[in-house]
Nanobody, 116 residues
């Protein structure tokens, strides 16, 4: 059974940090490109960060570049999103996504709220 389980969300003050984790099971994690998306209320889902299957290439949305870092541990089957210098506009439900050609899997999301 394929599962992607996100964790690490919560309430943080502006300028704070959080590290999100996404634990994978039920598929060959090391073959999949991994993505973090987010969706704020009333807005479309936004691609935040991407990491290649081997972890040797990453990409970021302009809105998070320099503040967020995506990484992965293929041995543990986990992808991370380190989020620093958080802003209120980073408030959203964060999802991880796994893709390999036409196969795609989604997690249920973890809520991040940035507020004083």
């Amino acid at each position: 059974q394929v599962q992607l389980v996100e964790s690490g969300g919560g309430l943080v003050q502006p300028g704070g940090s959080l590290r999100l984790s996404c634990a994978a099971s039920g598929f060959t994690f090391s073959s999949y490109t991994m993505y973090w998306y987010r969706q704020a209320p009333g807005k479309e889902r936004e691609l935040v960060a991407t990491i290649a299957a081997a972890g040797d290439s990453t990409n970021y949305a302009d809105s998070v570049k320099g503040r967020f870092t995506i990484s992965r541990d293929n041995a543990k089957k986990v992808v991370y999103l380190q989020m620093n210098s958080l802003k209120p506009e980073d408030t959203a439900l964060y999802y991880c996504n796994a893709r390999y050609f036409v196969r795609a899997y989604w997690g249920q999301g973890t809520q991040v709220t940035v507020s004083s």
